[in-house]
């Protein structure tokens, strides 16, 4: 099993910035897929961006030039650099885990964090 646990949310004013980290604990021998998600109050969930085996990005159209994640391979750890931020950033964002490789040989699929608030409010 994988556990993920976040950190790095809190209340910023608009046009501020906020870093998010979530390390990635278990038996794990690599990560495939890091990112991150957020969910507003009577809103789906969304990706907000992911990273592919520690190199190729994706991110949602409206994080783009604002947002950056990255990742530190050799400590399971994804973070999300939050620039610019603005009032409709407000949500709780989660870290996710995909095609998680086990020193036992085994696949894990679709690892959740806790979830982390952030609040973007003058």
């Known amino acids: 099993q994988v556990q993920l646990v976040e950190s790095g949310g809190g209340l910023v004013q608009p046009g501020g910035s906020l870093r998010l980290s979530c390390a990635a604990s278990g038996s794990i021998v690599q990560i495939y897929f890091m990112g991150w998600y957020r969910q507003a109050p009577g809103k789906q969930r969304e990706l907000v961006a992911r990273i592919i085996s520690g190199s190729s990005t994706n991110y949602a159209d409206s994080v783009k030039g604002r947002f950056t994640i990255s990742k530190d391979s050799a400590k399971n750890t994804v973070y999300l650099e939050m620039n610019s931020l603005k009032p409709e950033d407000t949500a709780v964002y989660y870290c996710?885990?995909?095609?998680?490789?086990?020193?036992?040989?085994?696949?894990?699929?679709?690892?959740w964090g806790q979830g982390t608030q952030v609040t973007v409010s003058s």
């Open positions: 996710n885990a995909d095609s998680v490789l086990f020193s036992s040989g085994g696949l894990g699929r679709d690892y």
